[in-house]
């Protein structure tokens, strides 16, 4: 099992790479999911999750995730194939955790290569998206 900090990690990049190392049979667990990072416009990225919400009816959805692992999860799984067997297995070897559980403290924790933010301008938490979206 590999512990992955999302700490200044790039959302989409960091989706991304969890996903093919799950298709490749991993069994992943994303902490600090938070604490992961968007670039970009604040106040566009805001605005577009905001309508992503506003999508469908409550009783047919589409249903969008306002927590940050949720939201962290739900782009992983939009990156696994969902119809077949091999898809729903990869999303059930993820686990994702806002903060770093106490009992996986103890455990060896990675940051990726290549998916954290150095110097980049135009940054929103996840943590901060949900604070907007009112999932938190």
């Not at 416009?41 to 577009?48: C, G, H, L, Q, W």
């Not at 898809?87 to 990726?112: F, H, M, Q, S, W």
């Amino acid at each position: 099992m590999r512990v992955i900090d999302a700490s200044g990690a790039i959302y989409g990049r960091l989706s991304a790479y969890v996903a093919k190392r799950l298709l490749e049979g991993e069994e992943i667990t994303i902490v600090n999911a938070s604490k992961a990072v968007i670039t970009g416009n604040k106040e566009f990225i805001i605005e577009k999750f905001k309508e992503r919400l506003d999508i469908g009816s409550v009783r047919k959805g589409p249903y969008y995730p306002k927590t940050p692992e949720n939201i962290l999860r739900r782009s992983i799984g939009d990156m696994l194939p969902k119809k077949i067997t091999k898809g729903k297995e990869a999303l059930a070897r993820c686990r994702v955790y806002r903060n770093t559980p106490p009992d996986i403290e103890k455990e060896k924790v990675e940051k990726v290569d290549g998916v954290v933010t150095d110097k980049v301008s135009g940054i929103i938490t996840l943590g901060d998206l949900s604070k907007e979206l009112g999932g938190y």
